[in-house]
């Protein structure tokens, strides 16, 4: 399988040394079709480690194969939550986080209060959409347009990524080239989407030098935005964890 998503991942627990004996050891078996785990290290009570571009852990939305979290959670009695957060190697053009959390104990995936998944996307450029999918989007002037649950592959949640005015004001030494672009074209606009900034260089208002610079920007807050979604495992899960159950340290530095 050849480069296709970049997963950095975190589990956390009370068991380190453990769990990342576990994932080695689930990483070395032949039985398992799982992404490749690369620098793999301990941190207080979490394991990072990464794919360096070639799959992810919990989902992947074009290729079935076996899930490193899944096992994982199959495999390890004790409390246990892990996140990870994909960009595209290709062409994409989104970004995806999964999350597992479980209680103590073995694993009961139709029990709610025993565990948990969660999938959310973050979609860089509309125009991947198909018009059906266009069709589905659920519109908002000033916030970001979204998906159901389920709609776009099988995540939870999906959005269109954009950024309100207000905030580009507010962030315009984060994003230079974009509150630039916006000084030069923009007209009273609520929100700045990417296929926004497409049109602004098909009319030829921006070269695509602008583009390139802005995007990259785009795909940065991204990044960063996607970072911070383990909260949502943490703030839904009704099952119990231990008093001590740690949290995720991955968090966007923007």
């Known amino acids: ?32 079709d799982t992404s490749y785990v690369r620098d793999l290290r301990i941190e207080d009570n979490s394991v990072f480690f990464n794919s360096g571009g070639y799959g992810c852990y919990g ?8 899930y490193l979290f899944e096992i994982l959670l199959e495999r390890y009695k004790g409390a246990i939550a ?17 999350s597992f ?9 139709d029990d ?36 159901e649950s ?6 939870q949640w999906a959005w269109i990524w954009s950024i309100a005015v207000e905030s580009l004001f507010e962030q315009k030494h984060k994003m230079p080239s974009l509150y630039s672009i916006y000084q030069k074209c923009g007209n009273n606009e609520a929100k700045i989407t990417t296929s926004l900034l497409y049109s602004w ?27 911070n979604f383990w909260d949502t495992i943490l703030n839904d899960f009704e099952g119990e964890l231990p008093d001590n159950f740690p949290s995720f340290k991955t968090k966007s530095d923007d």
């Open 1 to 32: 399988m050849g480069v296709s998503w970049y997963s950095h991942a975190e589990v956390i627990s009370l068991e380190a040394e453990k769990i990342k004996q576990l994932i080695e050891e689930i990483d070395r078996n032949n039985d398992y």
């Open 59 to 66: 989902y992947d939305p074009r290729y079935c194969r076996d």
């Open 82 to 98: 892990c996140f990870e957060y994909v960009k595209p190697c290709q062409s994409q053009y989104y970004y995806f986080t999964t």
């Open 101 to 109: 959390i479980k209680s103590e104990g073995e694993v009961d995936w």
């Open 112 to 147: 709610e209060e025993n565990c948990l998944v969660h999938k959310q996307a973050l979609i860089i450029d509309e125009d991947i959409l198909d018009d059906d999918e266009k069709e589905m989007l659920n519109r908002e002037e000033s916030g970001r347009d979204w998906f």
């Open 150 to 155: 389920e709609e776009f592959f099988d995540f």
């Open 201 to 227: 260089c098909g009319d030829e208002q921006i070269s695509e030098e602008e583009l390139y610079l802005a995007i990259n920007e785009c795909q940065l807050d991204c990044l960063h935005t996607i970072q």
